[in-house]
C-alpha cells in the first residue's frame, strides 16, 4: 500500500473524527466560503453575488429556527439601500428586564475589488456555524443575537457611486433604530462578539507588523509577540474595562478549544480615542459609541502576512484557505460557541434532550457517548479507506 493511501485514510479518519465530535463542521465552513463568499460583494462592482449571499445568510437563519430579520436602511445613494440580516433565538426572559442578551456579528459586505473572502467571508461563516451549533439547543434562559452587518466597509466621496462615506453605517443604524424598536421593555445587554478578518494565521517569523505605538500602550502583549519571533499566529480581542467579562470569557475559553499553537492576545483599552485607532476599525465600535457592550475579534487584518499586500485588494481570494488557517477559524468558533453556550446557558431539560458533547469538555456527562460514537466512525473511516487503497493500489 503506497504512502500516499496511508496518508488518505488518516485525514479521513481526522475529518470524520473532527465533525462527529463537537458539530463544528470544517468541510462545511470551507463549501460556504467557497460558494457564497468568493466574490466581491459591492453594490457596484457585483450587486448580484451580493444579493445572492444575503439571501443565502438569511435562509441559514431560518433554516436553524431563528427569528430572522431584514433590516433596511437608508445610504448615500437613493437607489441602495444597506441590508443587515438578524437572527434572534430568543430565550425565556425575551423582552423582559431579566433577558440578558448576548451576540456574535460579521460584516459580509466587500471594498469594490476584492473577494473578502478574509475581510470578512470566514468571519461570517464562522459566526453561522456558531449559530447552527447554538440553535440545538433552542431552549435558553437568555437571548441570542446574530448580525451580518451590510456597508460596514467605507469609500472616499472621490469614488463614484459611494453609498457609506463614514464606515459602518450598518451597525450604527441597528443600534440607532433597529435595536431600540425591536425591544419594547428595557432588557439586559451583556454584549456581542464583532468579528473582522480573522482567517490569516501566519507562523512564519517576522510575518506580524506592530502599529505604532503599540508598545507604549501594551508592553506586555507587544514583548510576547516579539518572544515569539514576530509569528502571526494569534488572535487579537480587544475591548474597554467595561467589556472585560466578554474578555475573560474568550479568553478562558480559548486555551481548551483547539491546538496550542494557535494563541490568543487580548487589548483592554484604557480609553476610546484616536490614539487607539487600529482597534476602532469595525462594527463593534458603533455598540461602543451607543454605550453597549461589545469586543473587536481579528487577526489584525493587514498589519500581518499576506493581507499587508492583499487587504481591501484581488489577492484577499480563495486560494488563502489553507488547512491550517481553516483549523484557526475552527478554534475561534469553537470558542464562540463555548462562550456564548455559557452566558446564555440551555435549560437543564433541552441539554439532556438535544445536547452534543464537547470534544473540549471531558466533565461532560454526554461525552463519554460521543468518544464511543467517535471511535466507531473513526475505525470505519479508516476500514473504508484502508479497502479503497487496498482495492487500488
Known amino acids: 500500500m503506497s504512502v500516499n493511501c496511508f496518508l488518505f485514510a488518516t485525514i479521513l479518519a481526522c475529518q470524520l473524527t473532527l465533525c462527529s465530535c463537537d458539530g463544528i463542521d470544517t468541510v462545511w465552513m470551507n463549501t460556504t466560503l467557497t460558494q457564497h463568499f468568493s466574490q466581491p460583494r459591492h453594490h457596484v462592482t457585483n450587486p ?14 431560518r433554516a436553524m429556527g431563528l427569528d430572522t430579520h431584514i433590516h433596511t436602511f437608508p445610504t448615500l445613494l437613493d437607489n441602495v439601500t444597506g441590508v443587515n440580516v438578524i437572527g434572534v433565538l430568543k430565550g425565556r426572559h425575551f423582552n423582559t428586564p431579566s433577558d440578558k442578551i448576548v451576540g456574535i456579528g460579521a460584516h459580509y459586505d466587500t471594498m469594490r475589488n476584492t473577494p473578502g473572502v478574509n475581510d470578512n467571508g470566514a468571519a461570517v461563516v464562522v459566526m453561522l456555524q456558531a449559530a447552527r451549533e447554538l440553535s440545538l439547543h433552542p431552549v ?10 451590510d456597508f460596514e ?9 459611494v453609498a457609506c462615506g463614514e464606515g459602518m453605517c450598518g451597525s450604527r443604524s441597528l443600534v440607532s433604530t433597529w435595536i431600540p424598536s425591536f425591544w419594547t421593555q428595557p432588557v439586559g445587554w451583556r454584549g456581542i462578539f464583532v468579528m473582522d478578518t480573522i482567517l490569516n494565521f501566519d507562523h512564519n517569523t517576522s510575518s506580524q507588523r506592530l502599529s505604532a ?15 515569539d519571533g514576530g509569528r502571526g499566529d494569534f488572535l487579537v480581542i480587544a475591548g ?12 478562558a475559553s480559548w486555551d481548551h478549544s483547539g491546538p496550542s499553537q494557535f494563541e490568543v492576545e487580548s487589548f483592554t483599552l484604557p480609553m476610546v480615542s484616536d490614539a487607539f485607532g487600529d482597534f476602532l476599525r469595525s462594527d ?22 499576506y493581507m499587508t499586500a492583499c487587504y481591501h485588494n484581488p489577492c484577499d481570494d480563495i486560494q488563502r484557505v489553507t488547512s491550517d488557517r481553516l483549523d484557526f477559524v475552527t478554534k475561534t468558533c469553537r ?16 441539554h439532556q434532550q438535544n445536547g452534543s458533547a464537547s ?27 484502508l479497502a479503497v487503497c487496498l482495492h487500488n493500489p
Open 284 to 305: 463593534h465600535y458603533a455598540f461602543w459609541l451607543a454605550g453597549l457592550k461589545a469586543v473587536f475579534i481579528t487577526d489584525s487584518a493587514n498589519f500581518r502576512g
Open 359 to 385: 470534544c473540549n469538555n471531558p466533565d461532560s456527562p454526554a461525552n463519554d457517548g460521543a468518544l464511543l460514537v467517535t471511535a466507531s466512525l473513526t475505525s470505519l473511516a479508516i476500514i473504508v479507506a
Open 240 to 251: 474597554r474595562g467595561e467589556d472585560q467579562t466578554l474578555l475573560n470569557g474568550f479568553n
Open 213 to 227: 505605538g503599540l508598545g507604549v500602550a501594551f508592553p506586555s502583549q507587544t514583548q510576547d509577540i516579539k518572544s
Open 335 to 350: 470558542t464562540l460557541v463555548s462562550v456564548l453556550d455559557k452566558m446564555a446557558a440551555p435549560l437543564d431539560n433541552d
Open 140 to 149: 435558553r434562559n437568555y437571548t441570542l443575537l446574530f448580525v451580518a452587518f
Open 153 to 161: 466597509e467605507w469609500e472616499h466621496s472621490g469614488e463614484p457611486l
Open 48 to 61: 448580484g453575488y451580493k444579493q445572492q449571499t444575503m439571501t443565502f445568510i438569511r435562509d441559514e437563519f
